[in-house]
């Protein structure tokens, strides 16, 4: 399977449409509509990141598909070590659909995980007792 062919299934699987998807990237509609059809070649990685963002995927997974990158132990290894997502969310700059995060959006974001994950851990001390 091409490139190009990846890159239209992924965008269908996420239900955008070839506009949605050039809103939320920031590429072009005309020039994605190239990329699926096969009219253009390997995008480049800063257009990848672009795609990845409005695709909300992984960017190494772009690149992967793209050809950038040969899947190896290290990265294997890298994606099994846990990251801890409260020091990730406060040490990082995050974009969601685009739009970078404020300090207040990331507390936002803290919050509501904490919440998430405290209602299931009482769940389940309660079908534990």
């Known amino acids: 399977m091409y490139f ?14 070839i506009r ?10 005309a020039y994605i509509s190239q990329l699926e059809n096969g009219n253009r070649g390997i995008p480049s990685p800063e257009v990848l990141m672009k795609l990845s963002e409005g695709l909300n995927t992984s960017y190494s997974e772009l690149m992967d598909i793209a050809g950038y990158l040969e899947s190896s132990p290290s990265v294997e290894n890298f994606q099994s070590n846990p990251v801890n997502l409260r020091r990730f969310l406060r040490e ?11 300090p207040e959006d990331k507390e936002w974001v803290e919050r509501m995980l904490t919440v998430l994950f405290w209602k299931e851990r009482q769940a389940e001390k309660n079908d534990s007792q």
């Open 4 to 17: 190009y062919d990846k890159l239209r299934d992924m965008r269908k699987l996420k239900g955008f449409t």
């Open 92 to 102: 990082n700059e995050l974009m969601f659909d685009g739009f970078l995060l404020t």
């Open 20 to 29: 949605e998807l050039a809103d939320r990237s920031g590429v072009s509609a």
